[in-house]
């Protein structure tokens, strides 16, 4: 069965003999108090002993992260105003002290509604509604709350120029902009979820509205009874030991960057052994998706998310940031990383802001009188725009007007840009000259292409054009320790289905490496292996330290519990509960309930997958994957004629998808319905057009009932948006061979021993 799992990722969102000490963790131990005992107290209990940090986080992002809407927090005007996004008229008032939005509901008409809480500053705010059973919704009308010189004090639409109807899931009202799901966790301080499927219901809940002491420092109870207990002491006496803290930020404590005098660059003292800074600010500034509440600041973020790694449409080849990723991932791909920075290193954690200004904190560990000027950056002394930050950090803007800088600190590679098409910062300044202006610039100052640290753009570059010889490159990549561990863990991760013995061997390795994320993917990477190998490779992961690890690996084993051992059974029975329970989590999604439908199919339980791919499409009856994963099963099953309607009833919720076409044509094609099948084929490559799998199916399919030239010219077609699709010219070789073509045969040909031997 070809069931495909679907993770939640949110925006604001992969050897039994060894023991679990010996897989480190990156984020190192928390606490050396019971985590599952100590209380959250508010951050109000702290300020009486530290008012300076307290005074200091006051104006800060994380102190507005969340507010009850006040005179004090709203920063737009309600004052009787208005905004129009080309559809629909929004306006603003004020009655009787409250803040009230007037627009489209979920049922098309507009109706008034009452702000309950801003949502963030700077450079602009949103606004919480709540609109019924507790579900809170982030309205995509916010304010522009830069000066008004910088083009701010304006209402604004977070998707300018998109119709946007009710139903949708990007709608206000709809699932993706639901703050319950969304967003709480980061925004606001020890958040409880709290959603009950059966009414449906949200009550969640927090400690403190924003982002507050405990949010990063842990529960504090039995901190503040050890600062009860230490204030009865006299002074100088006691031990202080780790003063009741769930976690103790020392990773920088005693550490000095004394400067190279060969490289001009700061070398740290001693190095950083754990992650745990890195992992704490990780938690909300990274992309993921959350399986369960209750993170404890310190640990590694695979014991309640489930990191995205560096996928097309997240990132870019190369591992730039391309969607809205934040820093996290970025910073996991740089040397500086590597070398033993942490978050606080540039940043005060305090008010948030750099701890030098703009470039003059990278010229603390990097030698002023080598980085800066002429001489290493090559423009004229005095160049606007031109220093440490604009150069190594390029900028992206997400929501509209929010400019941010990738965190992965690379080499500007404009020759990249030739080949694989990512962007580089040259060009963000040079607008008016190409990239390969800028690759010759570069070349001629160092009279060759530049490297950089991070080297991967190739490997994942080609394995998402499918170019012969890309598993080889991700089967080095995957190896390669000397690259960051996330590519790594990338590479292993798009070896899933390859089982050849090379990426066996590759996943194999690091199974029990000390990074989460490497052995989450080597999971992936081995879930369709032949069975008997995959239980020998898998059963030890059952018993990781990571959540995402374990349920991964549960997963994998879902078919496969008759063949574990008696030694894992056990914790195959927990790991796979676990998994259930990651998804009963998040049952306010139809992606956990489509997960859950497809495990218990793997499992062959016919009524609870019905039943879950049922929840899905309750949730959302336009959910495309419920209905494909809905018929795949009755395929399995031997049900096509029940596939075939699961799909129908998808499409009269969502007539213009192309999956449910191309899903239904395949279906029709296996009931011998040729000229239905060919209908529904050719309507999904003319709704995707640019989707290569699709075009070409449609192409194979012309071919095999019996109009081998439209079959042609389809693929013809799908070749002018993919020159480079490896099975599109395959095809187009074999079939014009078949025709008696043979110039055309060998041009096909040749593409493809171009496409063999052009990397190394």
């Known amino acids: 069965m070809t069931f495909r799992t679907y993770p939640s990722v949110c925006r604001a969102l992969v ?18 108090v019971d985590v599952a005992s100590v209380q959250y107290v508010g951050g109000q209990a702290c300020v009486a002993c530290h008012e300076k940090e307290a005074t200091a986080w006051a104006p800060s992002q994380h102190a507005g992260a969340m507010k009850h809407a006040t005179d004090s927090t709203v920063l737009a005007n309600f004052d009787n105003t208005s905004f129009n996004d080309g559809r629909v008229t929004t306006r603003f008032s004020r009655r009787d002290g409250k803040f009230i939005v007037n627009t489209e509901g979920p049922d ?42 910088d083009g701010g004090q304006r209402w604004f639409s977070l998707y300018p120029g998109e119709k ?67 204030g009865k002491r006299e002074k100088g006496t006691g031990n202080r030991g780790r003063m009741g803290l769930v976690v103790e930020f020392n990773e920088r ?50 014991t309640t998310e489930q990191v995205a790694l560096l996928e097309p449409g997240l990132f870019w080849a190369d591992g730039q940031m391309r969607d809205e990723v934040y820093n996290y991932a970025p910073f996991l791909q740089s040397r500086m990383y590597r070398k033993g920075v942490t978050c ?38 005095g160049t606007k725009q031109v220093d440490c930050v604009s150069c190594h950090m390029p900028r992206s803007t997400f929501m509209v007007i929010d400019s941010r800088h990738d965190h992965s600190f690379r080499v500007p ?17 040079h607008r008016e000259q190409t990239p390969q202006w800028a690759a010759d610039q570069v070349a001629k100052w160092y009279g060759h292409a530049p490297e950089g640290y991070q080297r991967y753009a190739v490997a994942l570059h080609d394995s998402e054009l499918r170019i012969p010889g890309s598993q080889s490159r991700l089967i080095g990549l995957a190896g390669d320790t000397l690259q960051p561990a996330i590519a790594r863990a990338t590479a292993l991760s798009r070896l899933a289905g390859a089982a050849s013995p090379s990426a066996v061997s590759a996943a194999e390795v690091v199974l029990a490496d000390r990074d989460p994320l490497l052995r989450a993917a080597a999971v992936t990477a081995l879930e369709d292996v032949e069975p008997a190998e995959r239980v020998r490779l898998l059963a030890p992961r059952l018993a990781d330290s990571i959540l995402s690890v374990r349920i991964d690996a549960a997963r994998a084993l879902a078919m496969l519990e008759g ?38 199919a793997l499992r062959g339980d ?40 699961a799909l129908r009833d998808g499409l009269r919720k969502a007539p213009d998808n192309p999956n449910l076409h191309y899903s239904l044509g395949l279906t029709l094609i296996r009931q011998r319905q040729f000229p239905a099948a060919l209908a529904e084929l050719k309507t999904a490559a003319g709704l995707a057009p640019t989707d290569a799998r699709l075009g070409y199916v449609y192409g194979v399919a012309l071919h095999d009932t019996g109009k081998p030239a439209e079959g042609v010219k389809e693929l013809q077609r799908v070749l002018k948006e993919h020159p480079d699709d490896l099975q599109v010219l395959q095809a187009l070789a074999s079939y014009s061979r078949e025709a008696g073509d043979v110039r055309a045969a060998m041009a096909y040909v040749t593409r493809l021993q171009e496409l063999s031997g052009q990397r190394p």
Not at 15 to 32: N, T, V
Request: glycine content about 8%; hydrophobic content about 35%.
């Open 108 to 149: 098309g008409k507009a109706h008034d509604y009452e702000v309950k809480y801003t949502f963030g500053l700077f450079p602009l705010q949103q606004y919480l509604i709540d609109i019924d059973n507790g579900r809170i919704q982030s309205l995509t009308v916010a304010w522009d709350s830069r000066a008004k010189e």
């Open 253 to 302: 404590n005693g550490v000095t960057w004394p400067i190279d005098p060969t490289t001009g660059i700061g070398v740290r003292s001693s190095p950083r052994k754990t992650d745990k800074e890195i992992e704490t600010c990780g938690l909300c500034h990274s992309r993921r998706a959350q399986l369960k509440d209750g993170y404890v600041p310190g640990q590694a973020l695979g």
């Open 15 to 32: 050897l039994f003999s060894l023991s679990l000490a010996a897989c480190g963790e990156r984020a190192g131990k928390s606490a050396d």
């Open 563 to 600: 063949q574990l051992p008696d030694s894992s059974k056990a914790a195959f029975a927990r790991s796979l509960q676990e998994y259930i329970d990651t998804q009963l989590f998040n049952a306010d999604r139809p992606e956990s309930w489509t997960n859950l439908g497809t495990l218990y």
């Open 344 to 381: 606080s290193d540039c940043h005060d954690p305090h008010t948030q802001q750099l701890r030098a200004p703009g470039a003059q904190v990278c010229l603390s560990c990097h030698a002023k009188e080598k980085y800066e000027g002429p001489a290493h950056d090559h423009h004229p002394a």
């Open 164 to 230: 946007i109807l009710p139903g949708e899931s990007i709608h206000w009202t709809g699932r993706d902009q639901n703050w319950n799901f969304m967003c709480a966790e980061c925004h606001s301080t020890n958040v409880k979820k709290n959603y009950d499927a059966t009414q449906p219901r949200y009550t969640t809940s927090w400690t403190d509205i924003n982002v507050n002491c405990e949010a990063c420092h842990g529960a504090g109870s039995a901190h503040v009874e050890w600062a009860g207990k230490a």
């Open 606 to 645: 016919r009524s609870r997958a019905v039943d879950a791919f049922a929840h899905a499409i309750a949730l959302d009856s336009s959910f495309v994957p419920a209905w494909v994963n809905l018929a795949d099963f009755l395929r399995a099953a031997g049900d096509e004629t029940g596939a075939g309607a």
């Open 413 to 429: 590679r404009p020759e990249q840009t030739v080949q694989l098409g990512v962007p580089n910062t040259c060009n963000q300044c």
